[in-house]
């Protein structure tokens, strides 16, 4: 009779051993809540493809606010969802200092000082025709146009009290430009989070009808800026651009299907590495969940930790707070 000299089973025999052999774990601190901010006030509008999810007006988005901090989530990613009559070709609303998202800013900051608070730059929720820049006749964004309204959307965000600056509409370039205008303007400490591996995914269809994007953009599609999903060298070169540029994190966006991307970059840079689990896979899960066929709590835990074990220091998430909320009561 021969026997296994090494048996992995051993050590995962137990819950106690199982515990102290444990490599990665998820704690609400990783977390990174995502919200959408509208006008008016007492106003919470469901999203029909994010079943949970609700557009909130500032009044609820400090409710919100409150429960990340109660939870221990330090900071929380904004969008806003801005009505057709703010929208237009040259996007001129994104730096309106009183502007929604600027309005946000301020009440959040003045409520929770110590929340970290994620600014989106880029232009799609304010452009008629819902690309992330400006364009030209034929449809097609133009780079370094489009860098210049970033950066007054960066330089208006960061003078409303916003603590990071995360541009997620990759044009070339951007990060080094908003930096450089940041140094200019004082804000030395304004972080910048850049969206720099970010795939033309259609698993954003959800947050494109979250902010009111999709029906502009139609048929439309943002393959000429956002990167090739067969790709993960070009992803390599994209990190390293943005670190050189003055990005203080990087982020691989989406989540789960883009694992590979955030080892990959975390080995290779060793930057601090966000990922963002998007509005489809948010969708994917409650769909799942909501059918019975998935058990919610498990999958979403378990699509987190993955998520660090690939290399990722914090997580964009929908499910932030009741991912948060099952740890708690772990
Ligand atoms: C656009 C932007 C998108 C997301 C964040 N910022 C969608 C897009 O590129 O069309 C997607 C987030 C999600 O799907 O949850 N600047």
Known sequence: ???????LRRMRRDAFSRELMRETRLHPGDLIMVAFVIDGSDR????????????LSIDHSLN???????????????????EAQYKSADAAEAWN????FQRAARALKARHPQLGLIGDVALDPYTTHGQDGLIDDHGYVLNDLTIEA???????QAEAGFDIVAPSDMMDGRIGAIRDALENAGHVNTRILAYSAKYASAFYGPF???????ASLGKGDKHTYQMDIGNSDEALREVELDIGEGADMVMVKPG??????????????GMPTFVYQVSGEYAMLKAAAQNGWLDERSVVLESLIAMKRAGADAIL????????????AD
């Open 150 to 156: 970033l950066v007054r959307m960066a330089l208006a």
């Open 317 to 328: 998430s929908y499910y932030a707070i009741e991912a948060a909320r099952w740890l708690r």
């Open 97 to 100: 200092p009183q502007g929604l």
């Open 64 to 82: 919100l606010a409150d429960d990340c901090v109660a939870l221990g989530i330090p900071a929380l990613a904004l969008f806003p969802s801005v």
């Open 44 to 55: 919470r509008e469901a999203v029909p493809s994010m079943p949970g999810v609700e557009r």
């Open 1 to 7: 009779m021969t026997f296994p000299h090494t048996r």
């Open 208 to 214: 494109r009808d979250a902010v009111g994007s999709s």
């Open 256 to 269: 789960l299907p883009y694992l590979d991307v955030v080892r990959r970059v975390k080995d290779h840079f």
